[in-house]
């Protein structure tokens, strides 16, 4: 294709004017001895017309006569509606025969009607419409949308069973494919809807192109509508009433593997699909073919990081009476994230509340999230602070990037991640929390005031190494505390100070449930298409009954333990937990002789009724006892074997000053009986 060049002064440049080129061999009596498709577009001859006469066919009489004149070049000549530049020039044929070699040139103008330029146009707009995203059905919806109404009156795309899903296609002959998408030039196409099976009916162009994995064009429809019939009378009589007559199909094949077929239809008065549509259709769905591979690849291995995140997660929330939760969480439309939370009973009737974000997205993220989450639960289970936990997750994290060494010639990966580890406790209804590096929180107390709390930040993990600082709350009871990550919180057209103003307006109505609190924060906040995961924990806190708690001062005598033990013999009784008495007397008396012999003032024993019975014994001591089994000649050793059979669970902890060591004995029947 050339252009003239524009012109300077006051002339105006000449419109652009296409050139191209057709070829016939004429012999002396204008036989025509070979003839280039393009001369056969121009000249609208057809594809067999070699050997024939050109005279033979419906062309101006301008034409003929001046392919029998002499050596000319330049003349312009009209032929079926399209302005045509002639040169003639002789040549000798194979043998010897004088022949003429004539060029055809169509020189129409580019604004004027021209089927090349204009598929050419398409295919560049279709080209660039197609794939916007790596979901698969969009994928086939642009694919359909792009050449209707430019190249087709109706256009649809099926796949096979497992493709839209992610899975691999399973072609067979027994089994139809699934609509993906249809597009059409009417609000209702004569075709199958989306979501409907499309059988593969023997004969028909679409099982003639899956069979031979090669496109199919058909001029004709007449045969495969009586085929269709048969099986779908409904259809093919919308086709009929809509007068579509013709028919290109084109497998969706990549790598040899078949993943469905495209299917473009005219109605009249459009014309017949001819070979160079086959060629446009061909070109198109092999590149919707691989898009749509390449989304089907992205699905599987999303489908499959999104079954290990809920895998990891928590099945479900465990049983707590200190708060009433809700949680919720929302994988990432782009790519699962690693967004953890976790909801971890403790010692006293505690309850530890965890939210965390692994940096990066994928199954790598996922499994890094999980083997956090691990640690979360092992550190807990050992009764440390906050901001021990986190930083001894923190060590952690910096141990699994020296496990990963760096590639050749670039730094060794960074695994990033936040967290906010919070302890709350009935008893004395006041919150303990550390972060790192993540958002904080937000109370919303049971007066409709709401406040993000001034928690510091801490590095984020696997980061500097540096400590971790604890803020502690006083939580009136039914106040909601709001634990997030930042996908809630952050989008492209949301900053995060903007997110925070919305999650204030959110929680404003004090009369909302943990679980109608995360439905309006879903509600207000996230973008449409999250790009990033959403791990929201939404907790009201309890206080545990002043009567459902019992302590006493111990002083370090040996003849104090009698006297503790009556009393809460008799506290029991005033609890209905007579069938209790045994195993608490057994347990107490264990637990008080040990630290008055071993342990330092100020003792104290405190008993909390709350979904176990729980027996704790506070003293100044650091020192931790320790589980051993005694043998057969030793005296004693056997008190804490006796706690551990007894209790349902056991363990120590350690506040500010000393140590508690606790066990929970169940409210069912006395397991010493």
């Known amino acids: 294709m050339t252009a003239a060049a524009p012109r300077t002064g006051r002339h105006r440049a000449p419109e652009p004017v296409l050139v191209r080129e057709g070829v016939l061999l004429l012999d002396a009596n204008l036989l025509i001895r070979y003839a280039n498709d393009e001369a056969r ?40 509606g399209r302005p045509l530049t002639v040169d003639l020039h002789p040549a000798d044929h194979a043998g010897g025969t004088s022949c003429r070699i004539a060029t055809l040139r169509d020189s129409a103008p580019l604004t004027g009607p021209d089927t090349a330029r204009l598929r050419l146009e398409l295919l560049y707009r279709a080209g660039a419409s197609i794939g916007t995203t790596l979901d698969i059905t969009r994928t086939c919806e642009e694919l359909a949308a792009a050449l209707v109404p430019a190249f087709a009156d109706f256009a649809c795309v099926d796949l096979y069973e497992g493709v839209p899903a992610g899975g691999e296609p399973r072609p067979d002959r027994g089994r139809p494919l699934r609509r993906a998408a249809l597009a059409g030039v009417t609000e209702l196409p004569p075709l199958l809807a989306p979501g409907s099976p499309v059988p593969l009916i023997p004969g028909t162009p679409r099982a003639r192109a899956v069979a031979g994995l090669c496109s199919v064009v058909e001029p004709d429809l007449s045969a495969a509508l009586d085929a269709w019939d048969e099986v779908s009378p409904g259809t093919v009589d919308a086709m009929r009433a809509q007068r579509v007559h013709t028919l290109v199909t084109v497998p969706l094949t990549v790598g040899g593997t078949l993943l469905g077929v495209a299917t473009f239809w005219r109605a009249r008065p459009r014309p017949a699909f001819d070979e160079e549509d086959r060629t446009l259709a061909e070109e198109l769905t092999a590149r919707a073919a691989v898009l749509v591979e390449n989304a089907r690849r992205y699905t599987r291995e999303h489908t499959v990081a999104v079954a290990l995140q809920h895998s990891l997660l928590p099945a479900g929330l465990p049983e707590q009476h200190a708060l009433e939760v809700a949680s919720r969480y929302q994988p990432a439309q782009a790519g699962v994230g690693g967004d953890w939370f ?28 999980g083997r956090l989450r691990t640690a979360v639960h092992t550190f807990s289970s050992l009764d440390l602070a906050p901001d021990e936990l986190l930083g001894h997750l923190d060590a952690l994290v910096n141990r699994l990037d020296q496990e990963h060494p760096a590639p050749a010639g670039a730094e060794r990966p960074i695994t990033g991640a936040t967290c906010l580890y919070a302890v709350y406790d009935p008893v004395t209804r006041r919150c303990t929390l550390a972060r790192a590096g993540h958002l904080p929180p937000a109370v919303a107390y049971p007066d409709g005031r709401v406040e993000i709390v001034d928690l510091p930040a801490g590095p984020p993990l696997g980061v500097t190494g540096l400590p971790y600082e604890t803020a502690e709350l006083e939580l009136p009871e039914g106040s909601r505390l709001v634990l997030y990550t930042d996908g809630l919180l952050e989008s492209r057209d949301q900053d995060i100070d903007h997110g925070l103003k919305l999650l204030r307006t959110a929680l404003t109505r004090p009369d909302r449930g943990p679980a109608q609190t995360c439905e309006d ?88 009724r709350d979904r176990a019975l729980i027996c704790e014994v506070w003293d100044g001591s650091a020192t931790s006892p320790h589980l051993r089994h005694a043998t057969d000649t030793d005296e004693g050793g056997r008190g804490l074997f006796l706690v551990a059979q007894l209790a349902e669970r056991w363990g120590t902890r350690y506040p500010a000053s000393g140590k508690v060591i606790w066990a929970e004995l169940p409210l069912g029947e006395s397991p010493g009986r």
């Open 342 to 369: 976790d909801v971890i009973p403790l010692s006293g009737a505690r309850v530890a509340l965890v939210v965390g974000d692994v940096v990066g997205h994928g199954v790598h993220a996922v499994a890094t999230m």
């Open 41 to 80: 577009r121009l000249l609208d001859l057809p594809a067999d017309c070699a050997g024939h006469r050109l005279d033979a066919f419906a062309l101006p009489a301008a034409l003929t006569v001046l392919l029998r004149g002499g050596e000319l070049a330049g003349v312009p000549v009209t032929v079926h």
């Open 521 to 608: 924060l879903l509600a207000a906040l996230p973008p449409a298409d999250p790009a990033d995961d959403i791990a929201l924990l939404v907790a009201r806190t309890r206080a545990l009954p002043a009567d459902h708690v019992a302590d006493w001062d111990v002083p370090a005598d040996p003849a104090a333990v009698a006297r503790i033990r009556a009393a809460v013999l008799r506290r029991l009784d005033d609890w209905g937990l007579s069938e209790q008495a045994f195993a608490a007397e057994l347990v107490l008396s264990e637990l008080i002789t040990n630290a008055i012999r071993y342990a330092a003032a100020p003792i104290r024993v405190r008993l909390l």
